[in-house]
């Protein structure tokens, strides 16, 4: 992924859905979230065990099939285990095909699952933070 792809995806704002989105404002999940909706990103978050729940002014959905189909994504953003990823693209895929990144969050690594993201023409970032990138390329 080059910096001009990086700043494409993260300079405009975005729809994005966030698998493993913490209610504790002292979890990265939430920081994160927190920090790209003050960027004007509006942000989905996804916890099965939250779901129902408003946080950050957004129902939180159990996973990406639940959210509305009026709510048109353009990324997921991933704060998951690596072990979790698989299923997570085969939901992006399979029930939201609009989504044209998939952005794994750092340590946050699974290379056949992102080979698969590719294979179906998405994008996708693997082992970096929005937040941290941002402030890397000064946007």
């Not at 996804?46 to 159990?62: I, S």
């Not at 189909?69 to 399979?94: H, K, N, S, W």
């Amino acid at each position: 992924m080059t910096d001009a792809e990086l700043r494409e995806i993260l300079a405009t704002p975005r729809t994005i859905a966030l698998p493993g989105f913490s209610a504790s404002p002292d979890r990265p999940s939430h920081e994160v979230a927190a920090f790209l909706q003050a960027r004007g990103h509006r942000v989905i978050p996804v916890n099965p065990g939250l779901a129902g729940q408003v946080m950050l002014g957004e129902t939180v959905y159990p996973d990406l099939a639940a959210i509305p189909r009026d709510i048109v994504l353009d990324m997921v953003d991933v704060f998951r285990a690596p072990a979790a990823v698989p299923g997570i693209v085969e939901q992006m895929l399979t029930h939201r095909p609009e989504a044209r990144v998939l952005w794994l969050q750092l340590g946050v690594i699974h290379p056949e699952a992102a080979a698969r993201a590719r294979a179906a023409g998405k994008l996708v970032v693997m082992d970096r933070c929005p937040k941290l990138e941002i402030a890397r390329l000064g946007l």
